[in-house]
């Protein structure tokens, strides 16, 4: 049997969707119409509501067939399979963990090469993160492998914020993974994804508790990131102190809601040896690159004076249970975990920041289009009120500035006929003055010159009345 689905909208409103059987051998055709509903009869429905009522008919009406032959749709598993071998797969760890916590170490053995990463100081000022991306082959599978290291954390005198750089990066990748979702041009299928699907916690083999400092930050990450976490340098405890600092470092988790990645049991295959892995969290881990004979082999393992230690035996660490559920067992779960769980928070609070909502305050979807409108509409009117806004502080100011220009001119015009008064007056003092200081000086002139006439006349006798007297004393 071959089936088709159609959607056929008449002049009322949309129809239910309605399902055609054909049969291939005898040609005998079969349709069920169905009318439009009431609701639709009624007034025509939202995009958000049409759509939604599709579906829901949809749903309603699908039912399963049974094929007379073969059609060849079983083979989309093996086509799903060759496809991403071909694109390959990607994968992001961070690890966050005091320096010289053998975190880098760790990573070589995991993958069982060198990545080569240099060493690190205790003497960074604050934590930085460095990523490095790496293209590891195993058989057919290509992995673009990415580790970010935590560089610095915990070197601190104040640790206080030492948490914020990784939850800075952790965010910074999220947003870069939607910002390319919200492009009108994507390319997300070949996007190198750099969202952290695991972050590896490891914990300082104390013995006693988790450090203040561990619970804060993981506690910070819980929401953001898959966490495992891992008690580092295992071979430094005891096994019997080992079992108790286990149990304290849960407890201490569950006490404090850290709420930490646990191996997904809901698929069958998987579920029993998942459930046992999650009694032995956190795993207690060694790492060495360094070859150590052991009997007739060569094994990966680290020689103390008292024996050796080796990596892979399951009686001295849990890395061969860590490198199962990381890699061989729950790898493509932790990808879709910080898909579906981590960045799908972190993508809702951002457009709920941005306002858009699924539905309406009356409960009632919305579509993007309808919340784009609205936020659009809403946008245009407060930048409408801004404008209005602003041209009426304009006006006021421009009215308050006149009336200051005014008033400045008043004040520039009552000065300006106090000082054209004030000249006048000293103008006329002053013609005052010249006139009585004309006065004078005419009076003066004459007073010179009747001075100057009587002296010319007394020049004028004074040689007479000389030649007198010499004349009396000539005659004497």
Same mark, same amino acid.
């Given at each position: 049997?071959?089936?088709?689905?159609?959607?056929?909208?008449?002049?009322?409103?949309?129809?239910?969707?309605?399902?055609?059987?054909?049969?291939?051998? =005898?040609?005998?055709?079969?349709?069920?119409?169905? %009318?439009?509903?009431?609701?639709?009869?009624?007034?025509p429905l939202s995009p958000a509501m049409a759509s939604a009522e599709i579906t829901r008919q949809m749903s309603e009406s699908v039912r399963p067939l049974s094929l007379s032959g073969h059609v060849g749709f079983d083979s989309l598993p093996d086509q799903l399979v060759n496809k991403s071998t071909s694109q390959g797969f990607g994968f992001n760890i961070l690890c966050v963990g005091e320096t010289g916590i053998g975190k880098s170490t760790l990573m070589d053995t995991l993958f069982n090469t060198s990545f080569e990463s240099s060493? =690190?100081?205790?003497?960074?000022? %604050?934590? @930085?993160?460095?990523? %490095?991306?790496?293209e590891l082959q195993e058989s057919t599978a290509r992995l673009k492998l990415t580790i970010v290291n935590s560089v610095g954390f915990g070197d601190q005198i104040n640790k206080e914020d030492s948490y914020k750089p990784i939850i800075d990066y952790i965010d910074a990748q999220f947003e870069a993974y939607l910002q390319e979702e919200l492009k009108i041009k994507r390319s997300l299928h070949n996007y190198h994804d750099t969202r952290i699907h695991a972050c590896l916690y490891f914990i300082s083999p104390t013995g006693h508790s988790l450090k203040s400092l561990d619970l804060v930050t993981m506690k910070k990450l819980d929401s953001k990131v898959n966490i495992i976490p891992v008690i580092a340098k295992a071979d430094t405890i005891a096994k019997n102190e080992l079992h108790k600092f286990k149990i304290k470092i849960m407890g201490e988790l569950v006490s404090n809601g850290v709420q930490i990645y646990q191996f997904p049991i809901d698929d069958e295959t998987v579920a029993k040896i998942n459930s046992t892995m999650n009694g032995h969290l956190p795993f207690a881990v060694i790492g060495s690159t360094e070859e150590v004979k052991v009997g007739n082999k060569m094994v990966k393992a680290r020689q103390y004076p008292w024996g050796v230690v080796q990596v892979e035996n399951e009686n001295h660490s849990d890395f061969v249970k860590l490198r199962e559920m990381l890699v061989c067992v729950n790898m493509e779960d932790l990808r879709e975990q910080t898909h579906t769980r981590h960045y799908e928070l972190y993508r809702r609070c951002k457009l709920e920041e941005m306002g858009f909502k699924d539905t309406d305050p009356n409960n009632k979807p919305v579509s993007l &289009?309808?919340?784009?409108?609205?936020?659009?509409?809403?946008?245009?009117?407060?930048?409408?009120?801004?404008?209005?806004?602003?041209?009426?502080?304009?006006?006021?100011?421009?009215?308050?500035?006149?009336? &200051?220009?005014?008033?400045?001119? @008043?004040?520039?015009?009552?000065?300006?006929?106090?000082?054209? @008064?004030?000249? &006048?007056?000293?103008?006329?003092?002053?013609?005052? @003055?010249?006139?009585?200081?004309?006065?004078?000086m005419s009076i003066f002139n004459k007073r010179k010159a009747a001075a100057e006439l009587l002296q010319s006349q007394a020049f004028q006798t004074t040689p007479q009345m000389n030649l007198k007297k010499d004349k009396d004393r000539k005659h004497y």
């Amino acid at each position: 049997m071959v089936a088709s689905l159609r959607t056929t909208p008449p002049a009322g409103g949309w129809v239910r969707p309605a399902l055609c059987l054909s049969s291939c051998g =005898s040609g005998d055709l079969a349709r069920s119409n169905l %009318q439009p509903s009431r609701r639709a009869l009624r007034a025509p429905l939202s995009p958000a509501m049409a759509s939604a009522e599709i579906t829901r008919q949809m749903s309603e009406s699908v039912r399963p067939l049974s094929l007379s032959g073969h059609v060849g749709f079983d083979s989309l598993p093996d086509q799903l399979v060759n496809k991403s071998t071909s694109q390959g797969f990607g994968f992001n760890i961070l690890c966050v963990g005091e320096t010289g916590i053998g975190k880098s170490t760790l990573m070589d053995t995991l993958f069982n090469t060198s990545f080569e990463s240099s060493q =690190s100081t205790h003497y960074e000022n %604050q934590v @930085k993160l460095k990523a %490095q991306t790496f293209e590891l082959q195993e058989s057919t599978a290509r992995l673009k492998l990415t580790i970010v290291n935590s560089v610095g954390f915990g070197d601190q005198i104040n640790k206080e914020d030492s948490y914020k750089p990784i939850i800075d990066y952790i965010d910074a990748q999220f947003e870069a993974y939607l910002q390319e979702e919200l492009k009108i041009k994507r390319s997300l299928h070949n996007y190198h994804d750099t969202r952290i699907h695991a972050c590896l916690y490891f914990i300082s083999p104390t013995g006693h508790s988790l450090k203040s400092l561990d619970l804060v930050t993981m506690k910070k990450l819980d929401s953001k990131v898959n966490i495992i976490p891992v008690i580092a340098k295992a071979d430094t405890i005891a096994k019997n102190e080992l079992h108790k600092f286990k149990i304290k470092i849960m407890g201490e988790l569950v006490s404090n809601g850290v709420q930490i990645y646990q191996f997904p049991i809901d698929d069958e295959t998987v579920a029993k040896i998942n459930s046992t892995m999650n009694g032995h969290l956190p795993f207690a881990v060694i790492g060495s690159t360094e070859e150590v004979k052991v009997g007739n082999k060569m094994v990966k393992a680290r020689q103390y004076p008292w024996g050796v230690v080796q990596v892979e035996n399951e009686n001295h660490s849990d890395f061969v249970k860590l490198r199962e559920m990381l890699v061989c067992v729950n790898m493509e779960d932790l990808r879709e975990q910080t898909h579906t769980r981590h960045y799908e928070l972190y993508r809702r609070c951002k457009l709920e920041e941005m306002g858009f909502k699924d539905t309406d305050p009356n409960n009632k979807p919305v579509s993007l &289009q309808e919340t784009y409108e609205a936020k659009r509409n809403e946008f245009l009117g407060e930048l409408h009120r801004k404008e209005e806004e602003m041209r009426q502080m304009f006006v006021m100011r421009v009215k308050e500035k006149e009336t &200051q220009l005014k008033e400045a001119e @008043k004040e520039l015009q009552d000065k300006f006929e106090q000082l054209k @008064k004030m000249h &006048q007056d000293e103008r006329k003092k002053l013609d005052e @003055k010249k006139s009585h200081l004309d006065e004078e000086m005419s009076i003066f002139n004459k007073r010179k010159a009747a001075a100057e006439l009587l002296q010319s006349q007394a020049f004028q006798t004074t040689p007479q009345m000389n030649l007198k007297k010499d004349k009396d004393r000539k005659h004497y």
